[in-house]
């Protein structure tokens, strides 16, 4: 055991989460409408796939773009060989212009200050070892995406302190909670780095508002430190507001080319808006240029493939595409969010008012036993083992309040969320049945559960087999 | 400044050698039979140019491989979503059988065995992750690829102590080095987890003999350490010997499935056998479960593109494609590198015997003024600057002789291979010619080689221009 490293031998990868295990029960017994319609509905998953079919129908009208070639003369030998770290130019160039479109066009983006990763994971764990010493802790507000703890801790020898934020005002980030963060960082003998957020963020479907955004850059500001701002979810804000993004701020407080800016990070990636996870494209966006040049370097590590950055160059570059996709991404994410929003709530249960993101984080505390992660635990192996829906329980997501759970809505069809809404009511309906009946059947209900729990083998070695979902 | 990590703000990424230098000087005035007959002629770009027509003419006859079909049906939408860090199983299959293929089906590679990476450059890095701890050591034989120093120590915090092999007997690596180094390293209070060798070996050219993988088995197996054998160059073995792999050599001594097959791992790639290093595709083969399933989760921080993975997995399962293109593949090589040679010795210049690799390891030692590595940069410098080529000196691969230089022939054409050669036999007979005229000559020269040291403005802060090359 001594000949590993301890990042191999110590399970700081994460990947023992009760998150993960749910997603092995779904592989086991998963829902297919015809061969097997009573398996478990995946809805843990935040992946878009509301509109490939604009993308397929682009892909068949130019044809150029993935069969390697330009102008219908092969570059092949050109793209096998371009491995430059620094990126294929008019692949940095459409990409700035897609994060500029998205952000309705308020804001510029230089190509030159663009670093690509293979994915936004590599993007973040590229940015933690330009900006932080092991040791060192970046501040998050939870709740956040799980992968974190893998991707920004895991190689880097980071630390995460969270920054508590409460349902009582929607969990948005407060001064006060940011500074109990800091100095609990402190308490722990933790030099603070930095602040991360996701906005959108992940798992709360919520965009940052213009106060929070206006405290975390005068939060930086007073302390000297970074702000690193995960935008993988900005393509898919669908409410009426603009996605506000923390550039902006920048602009309006006409901090552009401060100090302050070039502490302030954005990290983007195509597998949210675009759908692309499987073709590992991510970006970090950084005004600082010692960061983008050690960044780049670092890019070696997890180069984007020259055929994906080809074949995406084009099909960014297409601004009649980008448009008319932008667009109709958020219809269509409207309208699913409204299904799921709707159907919970026939159902009793509502959910945090999200305007963006792949996924609502969904109010079941009132479903809780106890106000406590075990009976939260309890309420999600029901809803895995018996209502069969793989969701992500709050606890996965270090959320500080039990009965939380994120519900993703755009990796199913829109039958399928419709099963998965049946069947939330008829278990709701039926443990409110239950709760009205006498203490015999409280007392059967109570052994079920025992039963549920013993059934339970709680691993605690590695799960292997986990995909990079978020 | 305080601001940024040691690894952003050191020089650890290993740019600033003279290598990468080189490589600033050939951008900017790089050779063009047309537009540029007099720029300088890139030999430092280890690169496999000739046989790219094979792999287009595969790719002409099967269309869907690049246009994400299967048997004329779109997958893309299944290609866009694939994420998943275990690879695609029908790419690790024709992975593990090409692997298996270019060790003449002696050994084989189990598909569950493989990890996928962004390029060995990711592999060995992620290999670093899981075997050293910061200030862990590996020995490596030298010379060896300069991009080690930041591939295996920049963010791992690992250390390199080089195992010094001598021109006396063709750099082969003797036992006596190997427990010098591993003596030296203790000197230095570093503990050794392992040792790395590239077998074919870059700068070499040569494929490690039976004997030096023996001796090389026997003493992991003595320190109990391990052994990593990056065999990127395995599909370029051009000489009468058929490639020896480790695997050969484990399996000759009956050590499969024993405590020491665990601490062997292979890394290999298609940049160089199948000249695609654009492509991002590496891979980790192991023994050691632990290992595998670490460095699978690692992998998340550079998966290979879906696109990628679907198209090469098309490719590499075409038995008649592999069989035909590793023959040619050896075919050209062999009668490029015996184009090179032969140009070299009409020059008056000899190079160590090479049966691999898409370079040779050439002794210009007879042109050194001194025995210094001074001589070298100084000889190194007029070959940049007056003859025009970009050839790697034997100092930046940490050679400790000094007056080697690899030099590259897989890269361009015939005809440019040729000029190269010509170029550099009229400065052979040039200095020749300088050697035997008079003093004042002599002191001509010398003034002249003054001028082109005060004309090189030294650099030590970062050079920000350095593809991936090796």
């Excluded at 050109?78 to 491995?83: D, Y």
């Excluded at 590599?122 to 995406?145: K, R």
């Amino acid at each position: 055991m001594k000949q590993l490293s301890t990042k191999v031998t110590s399970n700081a990868h994460g990947q023992d989460s009760s998150y993960f295990l749910g997603w092995e029960e779904y592989e086991k017994n998963a829902y297919d409408e015809n061969k097997n319609p009573n398996g478990i509905i995946q809805m843990g998953l935040a992946e878009n796939q509301l509109c490939f079919d604009l993308i397929e129908t682009w892909l068949a009208k130019n044809p150029d773009a993935v069969g390697l070639k330009k102008d219908g003369q092969s570059i092949f030998k050109e793209l096998a060989l371009f491995q430059d770290y620094h990126g294929l130019p008019e692949f940095k160039k459409a990409l700035t212009e897609f994060m500029e479109e998205i952000r309705g066009n308020r804001v510029t983006f230089h190509p030159s200050k663009i670093v690509l990763a293979a994915g936004s994971t590599s993007a973040n764990e590229t940015l933690m070892f330009c900006l932080a010493e092991p040791g060192d802790a970046f501040l998050l507000p939870t709740p956040y995406y799980p992968g974190f703890d893998r991707d920004l801790k895991w190689r880097t020898g980071a630390e995460i302190v969270p920054i508590h934020c409460m349902s009582s005002n929607g969990f948005q980030i407060t001064e006060s909670a940011l500074q109990q963060a800091y100095q609990q960082a402190q308490k722990l003998d933790l030099k603070v780095k930095g602040v991360l957020v996701t906005n959108p963020s992940n798992p709360l479907g919520t965009m940052l508002t213009r106060r929070e955004l206006n405290l975390l850059v005068d939060f930086i500001t007073s302390k000297d430190i970074h702000l690193i701002s995960d935008e993988i979810y900005s393509g898919t804000v669908f409410g009426y507001e603009q996605f506000v993004s923390v550039m902006d701020v920048l602009k309006d407080k006409k901090l552009e080319n401060s100090e302050v800016s070039k502490r302030v990070h954005v990290v983007y990636s195509l597998s949210k808006d675009l759908g692309l996870p499987g073709f590992r494209v991510g970006a970090i966006y950084s005004n600082d240029e010692m960061v983008v040049s050690a960044a780049t370097k670092m890019s070696s590590f997890g180069l984007v493939s020259s055929q994906t950055q080809y074949l995406l160059s084009a099909l960014l570059s297409d601004k009649k595409f980008t448009s008319t996709y932008l667009e109709e991404n958020q219809k269509r994410l409207k309208i699913r969010q409204k299904q799921l929003v709707s159907g919970l709530e026939a159902a009793g249960v509502t959910c945090l008012k999200s305007n963006a993101g792949l996924f609502c984080w969904v109010d079941m505390r009132h479903l809780l036993d106890t106000n406590t992660f075990e009976a939260e635990l309890e309420l999600w192996k029901k809803i895995v083992y018996e209502v069969k829906l793989n969701i992500s329980p709050g606890s996965s997501c270090h959320c500080t309040e039990p009965g939380w759970f994120r519900v993703c809505f755009a990796n199913m069809s829109e039958e399928t969320l419709a099963l998965a809404m049946k069947r939330v009511k008829e278990y709701v309906e039926s443990t409110d049945s239950r709760r009205s009946i006498s203490k015999s059947s409280h007392e059967r209900i109570k052994s079920l559960r025992k039963r549920t729990v013993s059934n339970w083998v709680f691993r605690v070695s590695w799960t292997d087999r986990v995909p990079d979902e978020r």
